[in-house]
């Protein structure tokens, strides 16, 4: 596993580690360094962490065959530009192809009985964040890019 060590602010925070649940505090950690450094509230950093969890949790459990592990590579980085301040996370991963947002939205308002299963985890990633796009990148692998505002945009 591999991490940036104290980078400046605004700097990209990145871990490379393997698709498995023994990553998932390393991963959960970098969020929080990063939430610290840049004095994301409380809020906002509950919502980046639940949103990490989701998204890499789906790829442990379903990017690779049963009982194999492959690479997960967590980046976070801090806009300052070209809209509201926010955070972007890309998670890119090696595994089958799968777009996240090919998910069909959850009806929350249908009974238990009526709702498929599964699909809650990109269901909250989409109630959480404001933006999300996937690419299918032909050296990258999966690139699930989930976008969430800090605040409004800031002035020129």
């Known amino acids: 596993m591999t ?11 990145r871990i490379a580690c393997g698709a498995d649940l023994a990553s998932l505090p390393a991963l959960q950690a970098l969020v929080a360094t990063m939430c610290r450094r840049e004095g994301i509230g409380e809020p906002a950093c509950h919502d980046l962490q639940l949103i ?3 998204a890499c949790v789906n790829v442990m459990h379903y990017a690779y065959p049963a009982g194999q592990s ?3 590579t967590l980046e976070i980085r801090i806009v300052h530009r070209g ?4 955070i972007v996370l890309t998670l890119e991963d090696l ?4 777009d996240p947002l090919s998910v069909e939205p959850v009806d929350a308002n249908a009974a238990i009985e009526a ?9 909250l990633i989409r109630q959480l964040s ?4 996937y690419q299918r ?7 699930f890019t989930i976008e969430k505002y800090l605040g409004p945009p800031a002035p020129h």
């Open 3 to 13: 991490a940036q060590r104290s980078p400046p602010a605004g700097a990209i925070d």
């Open 52 to 54: 990490v969890e989701e």
């Open 70 to 72: 492959g690479p997960l």
């Open 83 to 86: 809209g509201p301040r926010r």
């Open 95 to 98: 595994g089958r192809p799968f």
């Open 115 to 123: 709702r498929t299963l599964g699909g809650l985890g990109v269901h």
């Open 130 to 133: 404001n933006r999300q796009h």
């Open 137 to 143: 990148h032909p050296l990258r692998g999966n690139v």
